[in-house]
């Protein structure tokens, strides 16, 4: 069983940033795939970016080149950095992972943190 806390959500208006992380209990940490998620009022959850096995980071068009991921295996940690923040970004971010290995969706998730993004 993983378990996955986010935080650094917030309110930050746009062209601002915020930093948002994930810690995960477990161990191997560094053999799992993790990705962020977002579901914005309305909306269906959608993809935002993931760190696989070394150099496999994939990031959706929408946030390409705005946010970055990165991940502290010492520390069982992912992270998303996120500028140019645009009003649209608001959504709640969940963090997901699974083992790297096992094909299918994500199987663990956090609660999400808030972010909203002002105009």
């Known amino acids: 069983q993983v378990q996955l806390v986010e935080s650094g959500g917030g309110l930050v208006q746009a062209g601002g940033s915020l930093r948002l992380s994930c810690a995960a209990s477990?161990?191997?940490?560094?053999?799992?795939?993790m990705g962020w998620f977002r579901q914005a009022p309305g909306k269906e959850r959608e993809f935002v970016a993931s760190?696989?096995?070394?150099?496999?980071?994939t990031y959706a068009d929408s946030v390409k080149g705005r946010f970055t991921i990165s991940r502290d295996n010492a520390k069982n940690t992912v992270a998303l950095q996120m500028d140019s923040l645009k009003p649209e970004d608001t959504a709640i971010y969940y963090c997901?992972?699974?083992?790297?290995?096992?094909?299918?969706?994500?199987?663990?998730w956090g609660q999400g943190t808030q972010v909203t993004v002002s105009s």
């Open positions: 997901a992972t699974k083992p790297d290995l096992q094909a299918g969706p994500y199987v663990y």
């Open positions: 477990g161990r191997a940490f560094s053999t799992y795939a």
């Open positions: 760190i696989r096995g070394p150099g496999r980071i």
